[in-house]
């Protein structure tokens, strides 16, 4: 397996699709506008017919997140609605999601294999709905410079 160091990493996924819920807020939601939930479920589908296992979806306060595992490992995609509603702007995060045990010897500090990444980056190129697609660092995206990027999670 084929790893970067961690910081420099582009695990986020920015894209702009129009085919996700941006403008319901429906009543399980935490907040008015968690929106993603059936973005996690297409992930889910898209993951399974690769073969992935995986897990339920999850909602947090700023959205929804599913889990897959790879190569017997975990790994968590965080979704993020970005924007007010009806924007179809979207950010995906791929982070370790490591056992207890793991993460005291910190596994969750670790970085993610270039091949986990580019499962992701394969659905959502192979996606005619998804454009402007765009991978940034983890710390880019958490002080929303979502701008730039590069077109692939890896680097050439």
């Not at 160091?5 to 695990?11: A, G, H, I, N, V």
């Not at 992935?52 to 599913?66: H, K, S």
């Not at 659905?123 to 701008?147: C, M, N, Q």
Request: hydrophobic share 30%.
């Amino acid at each position: 397996m084929r790893m970067s160091k961690r910081s420099d990493q582009r695990r986020c996924v920015v894209f702009e699709s129009g085919d996700f819920n941006t403008t319901v807020t429906k009543e399980n939601y935490l907040n008015p506008e968690c929106f993603g939930d059936d973005l996690a479920e297409w992930f889910n589908t898209r993951l399974e017919e690769r073969n992935l296992r995986i897990r339920p979806i999850g909602q947090e306060d700023f959205g929804w997140y599913t889990t897959f595992i790879y190569d017997d490992e975990e790994y968590n995609l965080v979704i993020s609605h970005v924007g007010p509603r009806g924007n179809p702007e979207w950010v995906v995060e791929v982070e370790r999601n490591p056992s207890l045990l793991k993460s005291l010897f910190g596994a969750s500090t670790r970085s993610v294999p270039e091949e986990a990444l580019l499962v992701v980056d394969e659905i959502v190129k192979t996606s005619p709905s998804i454009s402007t697609i765009r991978w940034l660092r983890v710390g880019d995206a958490h002080r929303g410079h979502l701008e730039g990027g590069s077109e692939s999670p890896v680097s050439p």
